[in-house]
């Protein structure tokens, strides 16, 4: 009889399929992204690390048009660049306005309540941006609005909320402006200075081309200054923006081990978006989002976003009548290899998202799409393709 069983099993190393992301995220990687995650790691502290460190805020500040020297990634995914946001600006009772017009609004207004803050929202139908007079009276009811808090591309909706102007609104009432550029850095104009933003922050998985793992984060000088002022220490000691500049900055000191191989990655990424340029590789997202619906066009296809606020870099399509929704992405899926993302809270159901986010964006990628759906819908692929090639296809 067998007594002693050995405790060593042999499992195979995990091999993923074959898959075209063309989801909400995460999107596709770069051969050369995938390159730069598998060299050796070395010490964090190490002067050839830090060399990198201070090249990758470069290329980061670039990358969100601003000069603000507290600007860089925090370990974590996006979300984790919210949270940071909201800790760092926010003590408990202040006011705060967010608007809420889909998932990713109503998870700030979330983050900031848990925090203790008095969040007022400003809601618009998910799909429709929030108009900046609503945003203006909601400053106008508080007593001393702190943060103004919205979202550049809703991811969940594929409405593209205006920036632009909201920075005056929010600082003639005292308030900084925060948004969240997750889905829009390094896919569509955003420019941080040149719009006075005050917070913002990204995520390396939507169009900056690379695994999901860090969230880039720039802050201004007067939002640095309110962190300064506050009364009350961060309440998150891992997201403290005072601590993490401890490393970042020109004192270099331990504050957590820095997530080594996702810098090496997200380096290697800006290096590829600033090699494309940032607005060559803006007019690529836009010609291809409008190369795509001139397909999805041929197919009887169409948006679920308001008309003129339509994200380049992920397209909301509405289910026509009669059309398993989950049925077909199963089949785009399984039969296809492409991968796109279903609806979410009341569009949940109803629409199907098709993101085209940095790697994601390519011409071949569009033509491999559309003549999946023409199969699966019973449309004619041929004229799609063409369709979309007329309208200009990039990259
Ligand atoms: C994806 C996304 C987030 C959250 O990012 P995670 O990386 O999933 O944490 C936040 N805001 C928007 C607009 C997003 O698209």
Redesign the pocket.
């Known amino acids: 009889m067998q007594l002693i069983v050995s405790d060593k099993t042999q499992q195979a190393s995990f091999v993923p399929p074959d898959r075209l992301l063309l989801g909400?995220?995460p999107a596709m990687v770069h051969e050369r992204v995938y390159a730069a995650m598998s060299r050796p790691i070395i010490g964090h502290l190490d002067p050839a690390f830090l060399d990198l460190m201070d090249r990758l805020q470069g290329n980061l500040r670039r990358t969100f048009g601003t000069e603000n020297a507290m600007t860089l990634p925090v370990s974590?995914?996006?979300?984790?660049g919210?949270q940071a946001c909201f800790a760092n600006l926010l003590e408990v009772g202040d006011e705060v306005v967010v608007g809420v017009n889909g998932v990713?609004g109503t998870?700030m207004a979330e983050v900031a309540e848990r925090l203790g803050a008095r969040v007022r929202r400003v809601e618009a139908e998910w799909g429709e941006v929030i108009p900046a007079e609503a945003l203006a009276e909601a400053l106008a009811a508080c007593d001393s609005p702190r943060l103004l808090a919205v979202?550049?591309?809703?991811?969940?909706t594929g409405a593209w909320q205006p920036v632009q102007g909201l920075a005056q609104l929010a600082h003639d009432s005292g308030a900084l402006l925060m948004v969240?550029a997750?889905?829009s850095l390094a896919g569509c104009p955003l420019e941080v200075d040149a719009w006075d933003i005050d917070a913002c922050y990204s995520?390396t998985?939507?169009c900056l081309g690379c695994p999901?793992g860090l969230?880039p984060l720039t802050m201004s000088e007067r939002a640095m200054q309110r962190v300064a002022d506050r009364k009350s220490a961060v309440s998150s000691w891992y997201l403290d923006l005072g601590l993490i500049a401890g490393y970042f900055g020109s004192a270099r000191v331990y504050h957590h081990t820095a997530p080594i191989s996702m810098l090496y990655a997200l380096d290697e990424a800006l290096l590829l978006v600033h090699e494309e340029g940032l607005h060559a590789r803006w007019d690529r997202h836009r010609s291809n989002h409008e190369a795509l619906w001139a397909g999805l066009a041929t197919l009887g296809l169409e948006p679920a976003a308001s008309e003129g606020h339509r994200l380049w870099m992920l397209n909301s399509v509405l289910v026509p009548d009669g059309v398993d929704e989950a049925g077909l992405r199963r089949s785009l899926l399984e039969d296809h290899g492409i991968e796109i993302g279903p609806g979410l809270g009341p569009l949940a159901g109803r629409v199907w998202r098709i993101g085209l986010m940095g790697e994601s964006s390519r011409a071949a990628n569009v033509l491999r799409l559309l003549g999946a759906l023409a199969q699966l819908l019973g449309g004619d692929a041929a004229k799609a393709r063409r369709a979309a090639e007329q309208s200009g296809l990039q990259g």
């Open positions: 909400p995220g974590g995914t996006g979300s984790a919210m990713f998870r979202v550049h591309a809703e991811t969940s969240d997750v889905t995520g998985q939507k999901p969230s």
